[in-house]
């Protein structure tokens, strides 16, 4: 099947500092992907749609300001978490569409101290 | 309403049993539906593709009821290593193309 990489897997940052994770799609292209994130005994819940070339399109209740998101190329779409607080201590999942099934990257574990 | 809903779960079985999980959807313009399983602290892995006519893959069957809609899934002959939180996705239309929405997720343990 299809893979999907994140990078990092965990990273643990400070109250007010910025945090960019990476989402790949390594032997296929994805014009759309999507960030999903996941508290802990919660499901999966989706932040955004990224669209490769255009905006992404942002979830309600999701700030668009906070988590930036650009899908620059057509493997990869990046998420930046800005002026990370504690509560944004999750697990971060990226995912791609190939051939109408959709493949998730390994997640990434943020802790913001 | 919630897009996507599922038993709230957990379902505490013995090995050899068969379970089944439900999972409603509101949006009737969906059009493609899965059944995820996901391992504590790990990405979603897809576990089937459910169809209109149902489909078995082993001892797992997923069925679709687009009149009521829902879908649903059975375990037969429950492993302990089946337990783990199932998830089921529903595609909903957004923006003239489709976004996948989560269900919250049914968590099973499977007991020796």
């Known amino acids: 099947g299809a893979v999907v990489s994140q990078h990092p897997s965990r990273v643990i940052c400070k109250s007010g500092t910025s945090v960019k994770i990476e989402c790949r799609s390594l032997?296929?292209?994805?014009?759309?992907m999507f960030w999903y994130r996941q508290f802990p005994k919660q499901s999966l819940m989706l932040m955004a749609t990224?669209?490769?070339?255009?905006?992404?399109?942002?979830e309600q209740g999701v700030e668009k300001d906070k988590f930036l998101i650009n899908h620059a190329s057509l493997t990869l779409s990046t998420l930046t978490v800005t002026s990370a607080h504690p509560e944004d201590s999750s697990f971060y999942i990226c995912?791609?569409?190939?051939?109408?099934?959709?493949?998730f990257g390994p997640g990434t574990r943020l802790t913001v101290t | 309403r919630k897009e996507v809903e599922q038993d709230p779960g957990p379902f505490n079985v013995p090995e050899g049993a068969t379970v089944a999980f439900n999972c409603t959807y509101s949006?009737?313009?969906?059009?493609?539906f899965f059944w995820y399983r996901q391992d504590c602290r790990k990405e979603p892995k897809l576990l089937m593709s459910?169809?209109?006519s149902g489909n078995e893959d082993g001892r797992f069957t997923a069925q679709l009821n687009r009149a009521s809609q829902y879908i649903s899934l059975l375990i037969r002959d429950s492993k302990l290593s089946d337990s783990a939180t199932y998830l089921c996705?529903?595609?909903?239309?957004?923006?003239?193309?489709?976004?996948?929405?989560f269900g919250t997720g049914t968590r099973l343990k499977v007991l020796a």
């Open positions: 995912s791609a569409i190939s051939a109408y099934e959709q493949y």
């Open positions: 032997d296929f292209q994805a014009t759309t």
């Open positions: 990224s669209n490769e070339g255009s905006k992404a399109t942002y």
């Open positions: 949006n009737s313009a969906s059009q493609s």
């Open positions: 459910v169809y209109s």
């Open positions: 996705v529903v595609n909903i239309p957004a923006s003239g193309t489709y976004k996948y929405i």
